[in-house]
């Protein structure tokens, strides 16, 4: 994919339902029997990766009215599947249904794609067998056998800020007998707590010499969804929107609105840091509406003009063009926060007047690909001067982008850095496995255009 420089970009653009919750979403669907409806469900492969494993499973699908509908014979009736199961390229399809599986009373393989196949299961199978779970692992990664067993509760410090690991003995809990307490010391993403509406206690914790202030987690069969809900309507995704958010800090002129975006506190930090760097971006903030959108989503418990009590605070996003960046250093308890919107600041920082350092992300490798090191060729490639180090690394601007080729080497959020960093180039740059960006949004490119005047 050849792309040439831009100097403009403007419109608004409204993005497809989170990527995070519409995994959870969609297991949740699973669980209940009934028919439940999702509005605004991407279509992108790894939510299809999802929608594929509960089809798997007996859950029927189908398209009508703006939503998918998923009909579900609830957990009790989920049928054996007659092949193994495919992920895909998708860590959170594997991991948040590994935790379901093991507490079911099904025999599945679970398989994915190469990158899926070589990213870690054994931290998800060392917690789930603590719980009884019957896992058959040949190696760290996929392809996976899991027998259902009967569980029970366990407490669990998470040992890494992995919400995929949290939910999957989260989702495990659930199935358990017993209460599970899932303890983290260092908070990341909270979707299937809030969507379990789960209840946590802050304790206090000391150990290897560090003493704190943590919170944990309880869930228990009691917390188990057993209502079909319908008309949940997904809010855009904030981590496929830091790429266009980006892009317009790149050009001379524009302005962009991303409607309804998902501004989860663990999910905005990267918002929060570009305001900081001196870029011009406003939340509107959606009121009372929560969650659910402009739409009364007709939960239980929900009643118009209240907060949702599943709510997932959401804000209309608007962003402007052309004013200097100067980027601030990033490590510590933020990481977590950001840590799939480091490859979209990078790109900003490409353009900042003071270095760009990046510590404790170390996970950065355990992606879609060794991110961090494809991060450190793709602004090496365009230009800037880069330090790799073993948890991160230092940019330094370069002058003038130049322009380059570069392979995405199949990481969709490689790949959509690379389109939006090509934009600000002094040419034309060659960007292969573009494609890839399919995995989170596939009309990411036709939408970059539409944008671009
Ligand atoms: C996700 C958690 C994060 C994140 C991923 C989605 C989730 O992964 O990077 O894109 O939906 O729970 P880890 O759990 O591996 O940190």
Redesign the pocket.
Known sequence: MLISPARRLRGSLQLPGD??LS??HILRAALVEGRSGLINLPDSLDVRASLGAVEALGVGISHADGRVWLNSPGLEGWRQPVAAIDCGNS??TA??LLGLLAGSRLDVELRGDESLSRRPMARVAEPLRRMGARIDLAGDGLPLRVRGARLEGICFDLP????????AVLLAGLLASGETRVRETLP??D??ERLLGLNSEVVAFASQGRAGIVREWIVSGRDLPRRAWSDIRLPADP?TAAFYVVATLLMDEGELVLPEVLINPFRRDYLDELLEWGGLLELEEIPGEGFCGPTFCGLEGCNPGEQCPIAEPVANLRVRAGLPLSARSLSGRRL?RL??EIPALAVAAMRSDTPFEVADAA?LR??ESDRLHGLVELLRAFGGQVEERADGFRLEAPAVITAARFDARGDHRLAMAAAVLALAADGESEILGLESAAVSHPAFLEDLRTLLV
Do not use: F, M, N, Y
């Not at 890494?160 to 939910?167: G, I, N």
């Open positions: 990527k995070s995994h959870r860590g959170t991991r948040l890494v800020p992995s919400a995929q690991l949290k939910s990341c993403r979707h299937t981590s977590p840590i799939d996970e355990l992606k």
